[in-house]
């Protein structure tokens, strides 16, 4: 079956734009989790959805980073006036459930220039 | 944010050698994973450890969850070039109303010379 899809794989913007990253997790699968890689390190938790609801938003780095899931299915995480250290990978994982396997995306490749 | 201590942070081998590397933390998980990721692509998961002192396989690949439930350790057998890869360790609380988040580690990056 299809796996975990995210679009686009690579964005460059410039300074101050606002950007929108979309997630399609796999078909049925309750959680998404949002994850952010910098470069050489290891993906670090921003947030996370039960169906609809976002139940853990701790880990978004600023007010400029916001996270929605309006039907439950595909989700988008919109960084406003991006800044050159919003520069990263952005990874998207779904699972059956909360306690069930994460399964990740490919991940949105992110340059602000 | 947080970030586990993952040794070591990169490896150079023969095709072949067998590798180990480790993950520690300064707190207490009651699920560690280990995923592989290859360039341009997001983790994908080798093996789950659900309690503490378990030992699992998959193939070449065995891992160990701590008994302090605060580290684990990945071993490979007989690497191949197909092997090559960043591997990361992750620490997860699940039940009680965890979030569930993974707490990755730094990474290992490794490297196999036919």
């Known amino acids: 079956g299809a796996g975990v899809s995210q679009s686009p794989r690579y964005k460059v913007a410039k300074r101050g734009q606002d950007v929108a990253l979309r997630c399609d997790p796999i078909s049925g699968h309750v959680s998404l989790f949002w994850y952010q890689q910098a470069l050489g390190q290891g993906p670090e938790f921003l947030t996370y959805?039960?169906?609809?609801?976002?139940?853990?938003k701790s880990g978004l780095p600023s007010d400029r980073f916001f996270a929605e899931r309006p039907e439950g299915s595909v989700s988008t995480l919109k960084i406003q006036r991006t800044q050159q250290e919003d520069s990263a990978v952005y990874l998207c994982a779904s699972s059956e459930d909360r306690e069930e396997t994460q399964y990740f995306g490919p991940g949105t490749r992110l340059l602000v220039l | 944010g947080q970030q586990l201590n993952q040794s070591p942070q990169s490896m150079f081998i023969q095709e072949g050698e067998d590798v180990s590397m480790n993950c520690t933390s300064s707190s207490i998980f009651n699920t560690w994973l280990w995923y592989k990721q290859d360039p341009g692509e997001g983790p994908v998961l080798l093996i789950a450890l659900y309690k503490a002192g378990e030992l699992t396989s998959n193939g070449r690949l065995t891992a160990q969850f701590g008994i302090t439930r605060k580290d684990s350790f990945l071993n490979i057998s007989a690497s191949i070039p197909s092997d090559v890869g960043i591997y990361f360790c992750a620490g997860q609380l699940r039940y009680g109303g965890a979030t569930n988040k993974l707490i990755f580690g730094t990474g290992t990056l490794l490297a196999v010379q036919p």
């Open positions: 959805f039960q169906n609809e609801a976002q139940l853990d």
